[in-house]
């Protein structure tokens, strides 16, 4: 299993921008992708951005653009590079890894990113 913990959310100002990171711990060995979920209030989850072991990404058109996912060197490590924030951007961000051989994801306990000015 693994544990994930994110940060960086907070309160910014439309136009701004912020980064998530999401560090991994346990057995990340067995990693093989790593990405961001969203759920606004009232709203259902949205899958935003994900990366493989291999470094391949993909993104919700909605992100395209403007949000940018990577890895750190350890791999271990995934953030979300958010620029041009918007308020409907207003959400709950989770981290989530997705393990070889495991039927379901795992998941981080969110970080609140809230766009206003």
């Known amino acids: 299993q693994v544990q994930l913990v994110e940060s960086g959310g907070g309160l910014v100002q439309p136009g701004g921008s912020l980064r998530l990171s999401c560090a991994a711990s346990g057995s990340i060995f067995m990693i093989n992708a790593m990405g961001w979920y969203r759920q606004a209030r009232g709203k259902q989850r949205e899958l935003l951005a994900a990366?493989?072991?291999?470094?391949?990404?993909n993104y919700a058109d909605s992100v395209k653009g403007r949000y940018t996912i990577s890895r750190g060197n350890a791999k271990n490590t995934v953030y979300l590079q958010m620029n041009s924030l918007k308020p409907e951007d207003t959400a709950v961000y989770y981290c989530?890894?997705?393990?070889?051989?495991?039927?379901?994801?795992?998941w981080g306990q969110g970080t609140q990113v809230t766009v206003s000015s």
């Open positions: 989530y890894a997705q393990l070889s051989g495991v039927s379901y994801d795992y």
């Open positions: 990366i493989t072991s291999g470094g391949n990404t």
